[in-house]
């Protein structure tokens, strides 16, 4: 009888919860050139891998280089980084990192062909050599994604994106609506240009592989300022590209999967205020998806990344402010994206001139249940007098059960 008990208590006994755990570290001391646009992988063998961009500027920079560097499981510093891709004479940007069903590493990024985002070139290496402590990866293959849009492109611009915007041209000032409506008639123009169509697509966030082993590659417009899908079901032999998603300004996708199979899309709003992050779903794979709406996660037009836990949370990293990067939080989901709460901020600095920038924000869970978080790095003010001047990439390493709890680290 006694026996029994004690088994009983034993079998009611609540689950042990870890202790809360957390630690950052600047991958390298911040620095006048400029780095931006991170995304970091776990290895198989459970190392880091992160790459970002780096050069004197943006797309009107033409030494700009996709970079890398690495984290050894165990280890508690990143190896000096390297390049990892880019054209020589061209800006390189907007890099991320995936890996298929077959253990391939992918990178993928933008060459930016004129130094504007319009000409941006999509581009992909992919590497079965990537275990080594330092250095690149050796790279079997390097292909251009060549884009094509169907005449449902033009087709869903007319129907879609004046509809979305209406709403906005109606309230403004006689002056923005001037604006407003040239931007809608050059836009139209351009979606009915073939070029157009099949230039300008950039990456930000991570592919999406799905259980059947489809691809899915998100990727955003700066010249319409809305995203399409880019899949392939034959590791990437060949690419389909989905209707353009289309909402007021819904930019930069990433992509959660629901254990019922359902996809959503989480976007930066590019758009008019109030700015959200944004939101659309697809119940076949990512073949068509829904009407763009909003969330009521705000968002200062940057951007942001979903990530699904072992646990069934869903973690939602993105700038909570309505203007500037001073702030970056991790929102919870416990229903797989219907509601959110706030949890933990990675960053919070007070609104003011010297605030830094945070922003960016490239996530996973690693095998061990770690959470891993890089993301674009300006200190403020006052952090430049003691880690230095510039700009760098940070990467933060916690647990679950530290997000759950309340405050900043």
Known sequence: MLATLLIGMITMAPPKIATPSYTSKLVFAPMEKHNHGSCLVETPKGNLLLCWYRGSGERTADDVMVYGARLKKGANQWTEPFVMAGVAGFPNTNPCLFFDDTKRLWLCWSTILDNHWESALSRYKISTKYEQDDGSPVWQSEEILHLKPGAEFHETYKAEFEKVWRPYIESATPKEKVALSEQLERKNKQ????????????????????????????????????????????????????????????????????????????????????????????????????????????????????????????????????????RLALSVSEDEGVTWRTGRYLENDPLSPDAGSYSYPSIIQAKNGTIHVSYTYRPSKQTAETVGKGSSIKHAAFNESWVLQEGTP
């Open 191 to 326: 979606a009915q240009d073939k070029l157009s169509q099949r230039l300008g697509w950039m990456f930000r966030a991570h592919p999406t592989l799905l259980p059947n082993g489809r691809i899915i590659l998100p990727l955003y417009s700066d010249a319409f300022d809305f995203s399409l899908m880019a899949y392939s079901d034959n590791r990437g032999e060949s690419w389909q590209v989905t209707r353009p998603l289309i909402g007021a300004g819904n930019v930069q996708p990433s992509i959660a999967r629901r254990k019922d199979g359902t996809l959503l899309a989480y976007f930066r709003d590019n758009g008019a205020a109030p700015q959200r992050v944004q939101t659309a779903t697809s119940n076949d794979n990512g073949t068509t998806w829904s009407a763009v709406t909003d969330t009521d996660r705000v968002d200062s037009g940057s951007g942001v990344e979903v990530c699904v836990l072992q646990s069934g949370r869903w973690l939602l990293v993105h700038n909570d402010v309505e203007k500037g990067r001073h």
